[in-house]
């Protein structure tokens, strides 16, 4: 088959005439394409152009101020930042153990079989609808962090001193530590299955040399495997806190929903999106608590975009 | 070493056996990280089933939101969520699709313009949901002057157009180029390549992709706050506000009325099963298929 040319024959078509069908299919496709451009276009720009009030009226000052009073018109971002980065570093924290466990419990150690059913239902978990989370956390794990675990932390630790500023607070339930524990199990399924993929495309041979030294599997996971997806665990990382940036009916339904900013971390809090959907029934059209509520919604969008573009570049793929 | 009688070197001096010993906790860890995903999954489903299934009666299903104590259910709201996420696939499919098309078969390396759109579509697939209601609100409900469930379906359709974007285009790359040539060596034009060789072989794959966006989109509460709102009667206006399902479950579980609060559940149960269900038959399928 030698004498056939080499090149495929559907390329370089940019430099022949187009017959016109295959013009107007052309332009339809591309069309979709500039509208999916377009509307991610507009997300951004009608975001920070429906903050310019406030961040006019407020100036630098917006971003972090601890003040969130409709009553006197003042309004801050500071507390539900401050919600926000603390409830996801604490769901990440959390998510990070279990994610890696069980994706190391899938690809290495489980049988085969067993490994298919608890991944399926592993990524069955991913796919609830997030305001189930947030009913099973407010009448599951609320009660219980109330009944149990503060209550048994405030009688043991109260008097430890570099513990106790951090249980501090009356037993509601609801708070940060709450809503972490939910955003951990919401982005866990989610990581464990980046890092499944990350794992099993570690090239066999290296595995199998590791082991031909006799290694024990958790040698070759961590000298081997780690090292070589670290890229694609930090990835998976990234990924999982750009998810918890921005989960609200789940959060909405365990943090407790006050504006304010402190050490305990099972005091009642917010964060951005809860406080969006709490407030923004509340909020008349072209007042200035809209505006900032958009201006708090600006800059999550920036959040999430710049967590987005530090996973792609760390995984390093530009496809 | 698989019959237990041959010993190595590494597991009979101190250094192995500690690492055996780490080797056996690492394992114990993980198995315990496994089960505490797999608990939570069983917890919900339990807590799902217990509170919510003796709520989920025929009344339920089949009579319209009203005011407690009524002995009302949530059919208006099963209503509503079917022709807005409906409405959704509708307006997201050839959009999702269009897009998908252009990005696998115009969307080379050197072809920045498709770059750019791909990493689009990846940034609108993370967007907080919350955000694309808070833009569709801008956009559309404010100059309106009201809610309604049109911009509720627009807002879902945002978030369903990535997801289909993404599959579409996965989907065509795997489409072989020796299929594309034979095409084109028969004389069809490159619309019709893509059409019927492409797209046809694609389909199961693409179908996949618009189910799961379905089973995302169906379960989106988030979007709908400042979009469709909601709705206690029957309404099948598209202009007016629309109850669905996800909604009426965040207005009732936070009730202090019992009867709302067991609604609720059952609702909860109700989108559950069906979320679950499209994304077990999704990949039971796609695994034969």
């Not at chain 1, 090149?7 to 332009?27: G, H, I, M």
């Not at chain 1, 591309?30 to 406030?54: D, P, T």
Request: hydrophobic share 55%; charged share 10%.
């Amino acid at each position: 088959m030698k004498h056939l040319p080499a090149e495929p024959l559907v390329q370089k078509q940019n430099k022949q005439k187009w017959p016109l069908a295959d013009c107007l299919f052309y332009v339809l496709v591309a069309s979709c394409a500039a509208i999916v451009l377009s509307v991610l276009g507009s997300l951004v720009v009608l975001l920070g152009v429906g903050a310019q009030q406030a961040f006019h009226h407020f100036g630098f000052q917006f971003f972090i101020k601890n003040i969130w009073n409709p009553v006197s018109n003042q309004y801050g971002a500071g507390a539900p930042f401050f919600g926000t980065l603390v409830s996801t570093f604490i769901g990440v924290l959390i998510a990070l153990p279990l994610a890696f466990g069980t994706a190391f419990w899938l690809t290495d150690i489980a049988p085969k079989r067993i490994s298919a059913v608890v991944g399926e239902a592993v990524q069955l978990l991913s796919a609830v609808p997030s305001i189930i989370f947030g009913m099973w956390g407010f009448f599951n794990i609320v009660p219980f962090m109330a009944r149990h675990v503060q209550p048994f932390l405030m009688h043991h630790f109260r008097h430890v001193p570099g513990i106790k500023f951090i249980i501090h607070g009356a037993p509601f339930g609801t708070g940060l530590m709450t809503a972490g524990l939910v955003l951990a199990v919401m982005i866990a399924p989610f990581m464990t299955a980046i890092m499944k993929d990350v794992f099993n495309a570690v090239p066999p041979m290296l595995r199998e040399s590791a082991y031909g030294l006799g290694s024990t599997r958790w040698d070759v996971m961590w000298k081997i495997v780690v090292p070589w997806s670290r890229t694609g665990i930090i990835g998976a990382i990234v990924l999982g806190m750009g998810r918890a940036l921005g989960e609200t009916m789940a959060v909405t339904f365990v943090i407790g929903n006050v504006t304010d900013v402190g050490w305990s971390l099972f005091a009642p809090r917010s964060t951005v999106a809860s406080l969006i959907a709490l407030q923004f029934p509340e909020s008349p059209e072209g007042s200035l608590r809209l505006s900032s509520l958009l201006g708090l919604g600006f800059i999550l969008m920036l959040l999430s975009f710049v967590t987005l573009s530090l996973a792609r570049f760390l995984r390093g793929d530009t496809k | 070493m698989s019959n237990g009688k041959v010993y190595s070197g590494w597991q009979t001096d101190r250094y192995g056996a500690r690492r055996r010993c780490i080797d056996r906790l690492v394992t114990g860890l993980s198995l315990i990280a496994a089960s505490c995903l797999v608990l939570v999954l069983a917890s919900i489903l339990w807590t799902l089933l217990s509170k919510g299934l003796s709520g989920l009666t025929f009344a339920a299903v089949s009579k319209s939101m009203g005011p407690p104590g009524s002995g009302g259910g949530f059919a208006n709201a099963i209503i509503g969520s079917v022709i807005q996420t409906a409405l959704a696939l509708v307006m997201a499919t050839p959009l999702g699709m269009g897009c998908g098309i252009y990005l696998s078969e115009y969307g080379s390396k050197r072809n920045h313009f498709a770059l750019i759109v791909r990493f689009v579509s990846d940034v609108l697939m993370s967007v907080p949901s919350i955000l694309v209601g808070l833009f569709v609100y801008e956009v559309w409900v404010a100059p309106v002057g009201h809610f309604s469930a049109f911009s509720g379906s627009v807002a879902l359709a945002i978030l369903a157009v990535p997801i289909i974007v993404r599959t579409t285009e996965d989907m065509l790359r795997l489409v072989p180029l020796a299929l594309r040539e034979a095409g084109a060596a028969l004389g069809a034009a490159r619309w019709k390549v893509t059409l019927s060789i492409c797209l046809r072989s694609a389909k199961a794959g693409i179908v996949t992709g618009v189910l799961l966006a379905l089973a995302r989109v169906s379960g989106e509460t988030a979007p709908l706050l400042f979009t469709s709102l909601g709705n206690q009667n029957w309404s099948l206006n598209l202009n007016k506000p629309m109850a669905s399902l996800p909604m009426t479950i965040y207005q009732y579980a936070g009730a202090s009325y019992e009867d709302w609060v067991q609604l609720a559940w059952a609702a909860a149960l109700f989108v559950t099963l069906g979320v679950l269900t499209i994304n077990i038959v999704v990949r039971f399928s796609a695994r034969r298929g």
